[in-house]
């Protein structure tokens, strides 16, 4: 069992270019989400689902889309790549309950804005 | 915002030593979770706490939660250089169907050999 695959594992991209972080889970979960890890930052929701079919704001979420056509894949878009977007990427999904999950993480997408 | 926040950011001990992490958080929660990252790689869950438990286990592992001082600690006993990585709280606000974690900035762990 794979868990939560990200791809790519790392990119350098120019400013104003388009990038899609793909994710994908074989758990069945329900819900998963995007963070992004800067240092002394920690880990800021970017944005999450919690079922196919639908998609939320978290806590830092301009300059982001998302979309979750089906229960397996949350690809994360960024439409116009800029500085502040270098980050570490992660993806994670839960199988919750009502008040209750452990999330999984994916190992993470290094991505590098120049 | 950060809704969990860490104590010490950063610690340093030798192997064999217990090693005393806390969290601070600012809203009710329904549980708390603590979660482990190696450098370079991604967050693994180490342990959850619901709101209405005080004390949790987990082989060398103790969770304690505070619902009335909005605290938590997690205590690593006989620690492992194999321990060394950085160490997240993260807390669960809404339930359902908005279910989401909120991670603190974590407090990064040295266990010397």
């Known amino acids: 069992i794979a868990g939560i695959t990200q791809a790519p594992t790392s990119q350098i991209l120019a400013a104003g270019r388009r990038m899609t972080l793909r994710c994908t889970q074989d758990?069945?979960?329900?819900?998963m989400y995007w963070y992004r890890q800067d240092l002394g930052l920690g880990l800021r929701l970017i944005h999450y689902s919690n079922t196919a079919g639908t998609t939320g704001k978290g806590e830092v979420p301009d300059g982001y889309s998302v979309s979750r056509a089906n229960t397996d894949d949350f690809p994360l878009t960024l439409a116009s790549a800029v500085p502040s977007q270098t980050s570490v990427y992660f993806c994670a999904s839960t199988a919750a309950g009502p008040n209750t999950g452990e999330l999984f993480f994916g190992e993470g997408s290094r991505l590098t804005v120049l | 915002s950060q809704q969990g926040e860490e104590d010490p950011q950063a610690l340093s001990i030798q192997e064999g030593e217990n090693a005393t992490m806390n969290c601070s958080y600012k809203?009710?929660?329904?549980?708390l979770q603590w979660y482990r990252q190696n450098s370079g790689r991604g967050l693994v869950h180490l342990i959850l706490?619901?709101?209405?438990?005080r004390e949790k286990h987990s082989g060398r592992l103790r969770v304690t939660l505070d619902t009335s001082k909005k605290s938590s600690s997690l205590l690593i006993t006989a620690s492992r250089a194999a321990d060394t990585a950085s160490y997240f709280c993260?807390?669960?606000?809404?339930?359902?169907?908005?279910?989401?974690?909120?991670f603190g900035k974590g407090t990064l762990l040295t266990v010397n050999p």
């Open positions: 758990m069945r979960h329900n819900a």
């Open positions: 993260a807390t669960a606000g809404g339930g359902g169907s908005n279910y989401k974690l909120t």
């Open positions: 809203t009710s929660i329904n549980n």
């Open positions: 706490i619901r709101s209405n438990e």
